[in-house]
């Protein structure tokens, strides 16, 4: 039966359906799984994928990921006798910013289950999942992971909370291009389906937002407070007086924050702070967002993304920022306290490929 559940192998670059285990010419591996010269990213998931790494079409025109060039650059590593030792995280709570990381459900329900599923299972949907495995990897073994965006309530321990954060107008642009994602006013205004919303434009066989039709400084201006709302209690498009000095607070106070920018330093990061393997099902984006192009859509495609993103480039997100900030800062402080370094971390990852062989990603759980 579980055979049955892991289904085939799929891959993200082009037409392949298994994920190379070593980085091409046309081809690299990071969390997006390849990043394919002929793809182009809309968003919905921007990546920093190291120093062997491709830039996407996206980061090029300077959204996204930071290349190695203007990452922080911690000094190099200390003797291994300086460096705290892991602690195990028992019942972990996701706190599932929308658009931050949803494939960061597999890397907790692998750690958390570790030698009871398959390395290579990775997971779409965690009540799908705990429905068909619930019997090796109970619920009960977790505060909290669902695919619901519910906001942080009062009474969680803070030291069993893990979250992944994303610098604002990457989130917002993610959103955007999500059938407006959390902003149920627009989505009815401009009659989004699910699929598809007015005045969409279809290329290579997906509906691409048109900013000419659909703002997205509306949008943001919608969801703009969304982290900081889900930080203090509040759904992410609540408009009632953010508190952004509880939220900045709360960012320090959290078991584990990680940064979507930095998806692999994020997940060497949390085995570092509390053990464990790193699998290769862990960098597998279960929700890609970088997807095939045809060549005489590429054009276009390119368009319409760099139009949305000129106009939300004069948007200021300055509540959200500062929560964006204040989690970056602790991610590189504890970087350098938990001495992972970009090209140990590579390698780590790298290894954890060649293990898994042709065996990664399964399908994942729906």
Not at 119 to 126: G, R, S, Y
Not at 242 to 263: H, I, M, S
Not at 290 to 296: D, I, L, N
Request: with cysteine.
């Amino acid at each position: 039966m579980a055979a049955s559940l892991l289904g085939l192998a799929v891959g993200l670059c082009g037409a392949t359906n298994v994920l190379a285990t070593s980085a091409s010419a046309a081809c690299v591996r990071h969390w997006d799984g390849l990043a394919c010269e002929a793809e182009a990213d809309v968003g919905s998931h921007l990546i920093q994928a190291g120093s062997a790494a491709k830039v996407t079409a996206t980061e090029k025109r300077g959204r996204g990921g930071q290349s190695d060039a203007s990452s922080p650059n911690p000094p190099s590593a200390r003797s291994s006798p300086e460096l705290p030792a892991p602690t195990a995280l028992r019942k972990p709570f996701f706190l599932h910013v929308p658009k931050c990381g949803s494939s960061f459900e597999t890397l907790l329900v692998q750690y958390v289950c570790s030698g009871a599923i398959p390395e290579n299972l990775t997971v779409l949907d965690p009540q799908a999942f705990f429905r068909d495995l619930g019997y090796k990897c109970p619920g009960s073994k977790f505060g909290r992971l669902e695919s619901d965006h519910r906001p942080l309530h009062a009474g969680i321990p803070l030291q069993m909370v893990v979250t992944m954060l994303r610098e604002p107008s990457s989130r917002v642009l993610s959103g955007y291009n999500d059938n407006l994602h959390d902003c149920v006013t627009m989505q009815q205004h401009f009659l989004c389906n699910g699929v598809s919303c007015l005045g969409d434009v279809f290329l290579s066989g997906r509906w691409i937002r048109n900013a000419s039709v659909i703002d997205p400084v509306e949008y943001a201006k919608c969801v703009e407070n969304c982290a900081v709302n889900m930080l203090t209690g509040k759904t992410c498009e609540a408009k009632d007086n953010p508190d952004v000095e509880a939220a900045v607070r709360k960012v320090g106070e959290l078991g584990f924050v990680g940064l979507t920018e930095e998806w692999n330093m994020s997940v060497c990061l949390f085995h570092a702070k509390f053990g464990g393997r790193i699998l290769a099902s862990e960098i597998y984006n279960t929700r890609p967002g970088v997807y095939r192009t045809a060549q005489e859509d590429k054009q276009k495609l390119e368009t319409l993304t760099a139009q949305a993103e000129r106009m939300l480039g004069d948007w200021p997100a300055t509540i959200e920022m500062r929560v964006y900030e204040a989690a970056r800062a602790r991610f590189w402080q504890e970087i350098e306290r938990w001495g992972v370094r970009r090209e140990s971390c590579q390698s780590q990852i790298d290894m954890a490929f060649d293990r898994a062989g042709t065996e990664l990603p399964a399908e994942p759980i729906r």
